[in-house]
């Protein structure tokens, strides 16, 4: 039923409401974590660095094969 697709949603909101809700405002406004002023927020208020997101890098070459023996 729909219902039980959305237990995971509603334990999640009654165990932790405040993170939920800040991720699902977060989510709805579409704001990036990595980016100012949401990174220096963040940072100031874990009193330390937040989330830093790495990046890929790539040679320009492609996909690249490789051999298993």
Known sequence: MFLDE???VFK???GNPVAF???FVSGLLRLNLAE???KSWLDQQAGGS???PTSIS???NGPQTISIE
């Open 6 to 8: 959305l237990a995971p």
């Open 12 to 14: 999640e909101l009654t």
């Open 21 to 23: 809700l800040g991720g």
């Open 36 to 38: 100012d002023p949401v």
């Open 50 to 52: 937040s989330y830093t």
């Open 58 to 60: 790539s040679n320009g």
